[in-house]
């Protein structure tokens, strides 16, 4: 069965770096998103991804995030100049069509320090 | 905005028990869908069963079925014959139908369940 892909599984990275998370969606599916869950927190969406552009980003996609679709199959998350708060599980999924399902990947830890 | 509640941070159940957890949600949009996703230890969000708003008929998904109110904007997710891999935190999850604009999924705190042999 089709699955969203994540690599990697666990960062680490020091305050003030630039990480990259990357995304494998499922192949024929055309949009894509990015949640994040705080530990012990809700997850929160951030950013939807459909045409080569951004459809829709939250309060939190601010700035210092940016996506991208570089080739046909990756999708990823830069996070610029990363702060302690930005320590989170981040999620990607994507669905086939705007009104279908979304399927999640099994995430990416950040661990800022 | 709209916003997903639910009221039970934690619920646990008895191995082939039944058990129901709860979710309201407030919105003003009359199309929509409303999920229920499980997270495992292993942290990965998987799809358990999915609402569209139009439709009276409640979803139902092998052990797994919803009590969909529309009135009273209630959700909430019965799960038959639990097993032991059904112990997990579970998050409802509302998105509004397409027309409006918005495709992102907005999430309740979670309920975590416990299943006891």
């Known amino acids: 069965e089709p699955e969203v892909t994540q690599t990697p599984s666990h960062q680490v990275t020091q305050m003030g770096q630039e990480v990259i998370l990357r995304c494998v969606p499922i192949s024929n599916h055309l949009y894509f998103y990015w949640y994040r869950q705080i530990l012990g927190q809700k997850v929160e969406f951030l950013v939807s991804f459909y045409n080569n552009e951004i459809s829709e980003k939250s309060e939190i996609f601010d700035d210092q995030f940016s996506v991208e679709r570089p080739d046909g199959s990756n999708f990823t998350l830069k996070i610029r100049s990363t702060k302690l708060e930005d320590s989170a599980m981040y999620f990607c999924?994507?669905?086939?069509?705007?009104?279908?399902?979304?399927?999640f990947g099994p995430g990416t830890r950040l661990t800022v320090t | 905005a709209q916003t997903v509640t639910q009221s039970q941070p934690e619920m646990s159940v008895q191995e082939a028990e039944t058990v129901t957890l709860s979710c309201t949600y407030d919105?003003?949009?009359?199309?929509?869908?409303l999920f229920w996703y499980k997270q495992p230890p292993s942290r990965q969000m998987i799809l358990v069963i999915r609402?569209?708003?139009?439709?009276?008929q409640n979803a139902t998904e092998n052990r797994f079925s919803v009590n969909f109110q529309k009135a009273a904007k209630s959700f909430s997710l019965k799960i038959s014959d639990s097993q032991l891999g059904d112990a997990a935190m579970y998050f409802c999850?509302?998105?509004?139908?397409?027309?409006?604009?918005?495709?992102?999924?907005?999430f309740g705190k979670g309920t975590k369940l416990s299943v006891i042999p």
């Open positions: 999850a509302y998105r509004p139908y397409s027309g409006a604009g918005s495709y992102q999924l907005t």
């Open positions: 999924a994507s669905s086939a069509d705007r009104d279908y399902e979304q399927y």
């Open positions: 609402q569209e708003a139009y439709k009276q």
């Open positions: 919105t003003s949009e009359s199309d929509y869908y």
